[in-house]
């Protein structure tokens, strides 16, 4: 059995699982209008204020030889460390990375003294390794918005095969003008806080964000949750590169692949929903097919943007606290529904009893992944 | 035990099909020039090829020649079918497009059909797209071509219900350029096809190793 263990949650909203989850409880949300320095305009934008990232900068050794990314990639693997006390030294854990552009902010010259090698994200990775003395080379996984859940999906798996007991899932990506170029060019950033699933939304709001979670075989270490991943799949549209299925047909291959008959005791789907008229379109269209349409479905979207390679990490984190705690947490910015797919939305914080829960995502490239968890 | 059952090689404008180089160009062809001679050799017509970056015109190029005359898309699951690609470079040749596009604030263009490139894992999609392949997926990306790593994950992709898998290399970094993809199937390796390798690290690197280039 593989099992879900320590974790840490680097955004906005806090520096650990924790004060995420309080926020996140207390309907506190990470994105705001904000100047950024590239542009006279303003962005709606989920992003770490420097000046919080100042204060924990003495827990890293030689701090101003990291990059951005490697600072909160490091505290966040860091925190990990300490509270599962496994030894990243150790021939049987792997660190497996998730991101989508790692390091981008050295093509914007944004530092003096880094090598800017370290935009190879091969790189950055092994600046991670060295940094932590990791026994393996990380493995580097960059598969647009599936990466994280992914990740995590492989780590699953690698730990199955035999060759490692304890996979620490990292994903990370920071707000570069890079990205929010990109995204405004395709017209699909809001200028407003996102809502995913609504009838008034108009696109999302980029965030930045980095969260680890260990995945283990270890029973001792299964303790934060005592819950496992049952099942988890990836598939492709094979529909368009920028465009997802109107029909939902890789999410809803992955939901078919990874849900047994009996879905009564899923609590909930953390969806994707990043509040793109066309994203939040399709997955309403895979859920109701795959006959989900009375399981509560949020997205977190609405507290953290879009965090991209981070997202499936850190919403997978944060679906495992909701459980915990028994109470679904609300998926912000919805008010009316606008999907065609009948699904039923998380309204507001409520108390379930429950015992597992979907997450999904899908991304540019036609990718969509999905896992199941549930409690021992 | 699982079978490599194809695969092609690109480099220094060479093009190799298991183990045979089949068509070549000039070494001092730039790298659009010899994508654009491969094409034609490929004698494909795919309107979508010419809107693609590099990297997904030669992923493109290098998977056509590896599935050519084989059996692979019909003898095979689609939905059953993996791809899983690597490379170094993540999408940085592209990324450093975008980036010169939004440098100079007086004269920016960023554009949403170069920015959707900036993700390596649409080479995957566009294979995806190209061959109805909607089976499982992953990017990875490692300092070097890393046998170890593809042949380990398809193996817990197989265990995991996968049939049959797209798999390999596809690096535009700057003037270098490389691909190579190698198909495998789940099926028991015989040697009555002297193409065909057993799936383990080591027939990987002998494939990865084995063309002998002209130039």
């Known amino acids: 059995m593989i099992f879900t263990s320590y974790n840490n949650i680097i955004s906005p909203l806090g520096f650990s699982s924790q004060e995420n989850y309080q926020a996140v409880s207390n309907s506190i949300i990470g994105v705001k209008k904000l100047k950024l320095p590239f542009s006279q305009d303003e962005f709606c934008v989920a992003k770490i204020s420097d000046d919080k990232i100042k204060t924990h900068l003495s827990q890293i050794t030689n701090a101003d030889t990291h990059t951005k990314l490697e600072q909160l990639s490091i505290l966040s ?18 660190l497996i990375y998730s991101t989508t552009k790692g390091n981008i902010d050295i093509l914007e010259n944004a530092y003096k003294n880094i090598d800017n090698k370290r935009v190879y994200l091969s790189a950055f990775a092994k600046h991670l390794q060295s940094y932590f ?26 730990i199955e095969q035999g060759n490692y007991d304890n996979v620490l899932v990292c994903g990370g990506d920071i707000l570069s003008e890079f990205t929010i170029s990109g995204f405004k060019s395709f017209n699909a950033l809001s200028n407003e806080p996102s809502k995913p699933f609504d009838a008034n939304r108009v696109g999302i709001n980029l965030g930045e964000a980095v969260s680890t979670i260990l995945i283990t075989n270890q029973k001792e270490l299964a303790t934060p949750y005592n ?12 529909n368009h590169i920028s465009g997802p299925s109107r029909t939902g047909d890789g999410l809803f291959q992955c939901l078919t692949q990874i849900l047994d008959k009996n879905t009564n005791d899923i609590g909930f789907i953390s969806a994707h929903g990043t509040a793109t008229p066309f994203n939040d379109e399709m997955e309403s269209i895979a859920f109701d097919r795959a006959g989900l349409n009375t399981i509560p479905v949020n997205s977190l979207k609405g507290y953290y943007g879009h965090t991209l390679g981070a997202a499936g990490v850190l919403e997978t984190v944060l679906s ?26 998380v309204e507001s914080h409520q108390d379930k009893i429950f015992s597992s829960f979907v997450k999904t995502a899908s991304g540019f490239g036609g990718c969509n992944a999905a896992a199941l968890f549930k409690k021992i | ?8 090689h690109i480099k220094h404008n060479q093009v190799s099909v298991n183990g045979e180089i089949i068509f070549q160009s000039y070494p001092s062809l730039s790298l659009p020039e010899f ?3 491969a094409y034609k050799a490929l004698g494909v017509s795919y309107p979508k090829f010419h809107k693609m970056d ?11 020649f590896t599935l050519n005359g084989t059996s692979f898309l019909t003898e095979n699951d689609i939905t059953k079918t993996a791809i899983v690609l690597s490379n170094a470079a993540s999408s940085l040749e592209t990324d450093r497009v975008h980036q010169h596009s939004i440098d100079d604030k007086s004269n920016y263009f960023p554009s949403p059909a170069v920015f959707v490139y900036t993700l390596p894992n649409i080479t995957i999609g566009e294979l995806a797209i190209k061959h109805k392949i909607t089976g499982e997926n992953a990017f990875f990306v490692s300092e070097q071509f890393d046998a170890g790593l593809l042949v380990n994950y398809t193996e817990t992709l197989i265990q995991s219900g996968t049939e049959a898998s797209v798999m390999g290399w596809v690096e535009v970094d700057g003037t270098n350029f490389e691909a190579f993809i190698f198909l495998a199937e789940k099926q028991k390796y015989t040697n009555k096809n002297a193409i065909f ?9 002998t494939i990865y190793n084995q063309t002998i280039w002209t130039h």
């Open chain 2, 197 to 205: 390798k057993p799936l383990n690290k080591t027939s990987v690197i």
């Open chain 1, 77 to 94: 693997i860091q925190d990990v460390l300490n509270q599962s006390g496994i030894h990243p030294k150790d021939n049987r854990t792997l």
């Open chain 2, 54 to 64: 590099a990297q997904c015109k030669l992923g493109f190029l290098c998977t056509e």
């Open chain 2, 1 to 8: 035990m699982d079978t490599i059952t194809s695969y092609a």
């Open chain 1, 227 to 238: 819950t496992q991943i049952v099942s988890g799949s990836s598939a492709n549209d094979a």
């Open chain 1, 133 to 158: 003395q990791l026994a393996h080379t990380p493995v580097v996984l960059s598969n647009a918005c599936i990466s994280g859940i992914l990740a995590i999906i492989i780590a699953k798996r690698f």
């Open chain 2, 35 to 37: 994508l654009s001679e």
């Open chain 1, 320 to 345: 495992l606290e909701s459980m915990k705690h028994q109470r679904l947490i609300k998926s912000e910015g919805f008010e009316t529904k606008g999907v065609t797919g009948n699904i039923t939305m």
